[in-house]
């Protein structure tokens, strides 16, 4: 069963930058279609972004702009670079292939507050 781990949280003021970072445990990534989550408190997990094998993206309207998905294949790793991060950024961040979903992985909590 192939294992996703995300690191790279933690915790940043308003305008500040994190990068995420999602590891499977085989080589999947090249072939897939990968997606950054993220839950916030009371709230259901939403897409965030979205990268193609052919390397194409795209983001949630929140995100345009400030966040940037890529992937590095030959570290089987899924980059989300986030900038001018927002409190109403705040959630727990996972990982997953798509459609063909995996388990989900432990995420890592990102926290914008000042």
């Known amino acids: 069963q192939v294992q996703l781990v995300e690191s790279g949280g933690g915790l940043v003021q308003p305008g500040g930058s994190l990068r995420l970072s999602c590891v499977a445990s085989?080589?999947?990534?090249?072939?897939?279609?990968m997606d950054w989550y993220r839950q916030a408190p009371g709230k259901e997990r939403e897409l965030v972004a979205r990268?193609?094998?052919?390397?194409?993206?795209l983001y949630v309207d929140s995100v345009k702009g400030r966040f940037t998905i890529s992937r590095d294949n030959a570290k089987n790793t899924v980059y989300l670079q986030m900038n001018s991060l927002k409190p109403e950024d705040t959630a727990v961040y996972y990982c997953n292939r798509w459609p063909l979903r995996l388990n989900w992985g432990q995420g890592t909590q990102v926290t914008v507050s000042s």
């Open positions: 990268v193609e094998s052919g390397g194409s993206t």
């Open positions: 085989r080589s999947i990534i090249s072939n897939s279609i």
